[in-house]
């Protein structure tokens, strides 16, 4: 099954910084529109934010606007998430997918599939 790869969660204090990172041994990242998606503890996966195939759009959650960016380098067939002064609401489980559906919405984690095992981000006040 091809999965994703999720690295560079780490444990930080508020205020710090960290870029993760996703990458595939099957899939063209630079051909699919990709998402980066959470889950805190004991809550539900939700989505983070989006970079189309072409790499011109990207959308992010109101949560993380003007402090997270996602981009992706196509010659190390890598996506990233650098997360800028993350908050202690930032802690959780962080999965990178390819977007699979597109009649739904880009925000649905029901549209996205080869999901990897996720990265752990614990942000401390």
């Known amino acids: 099954q091809v999965q994703m790869v999720e690295s560079g969660g780490d444990s930080v204090q508020a205020g710090e910084s960290l870029r993760l990172s996703c990458t595939s041994s099957?899939?063209?990242?630079?051909?699919?529109?990709m998402g980066w998606f959470r889950q805190p503890p004991g809550k539900e996966r939700e989505w983070v934010a989006f970079?189309?195939?072409?790499?011109?759009?990207?959308y992010y959650t109101d949560a993380v606007k003007g402090r997270f960016t996602i981009s992706l380098e196509g010659a190390k067939n890598t996506l990233y998430l650098q997360m800028n002064d993350l908050l202690p609401d930032d802690t959780a489980m962080y999965y990178c997918?390819?977007?699979?559906?597109?009649?739904?919405?880009?925000?649905?984690?029901?549209?996205?599939?080869?999901w990897g095992p996720g990265t752990r981000v614990t942000v401390s006040p």
């Open positions: 099957f899939l063209t990242l630079n051909r699919e529109a």
């Open positions: 970079i189309n195939a072409w790499g011109d759009e990207t």
């Open positions: 997918a390819a977007r699979v559906r597109y009649n739904g919405r880009f925000d649905d984690p029901i549209n996205y599939g080869h």
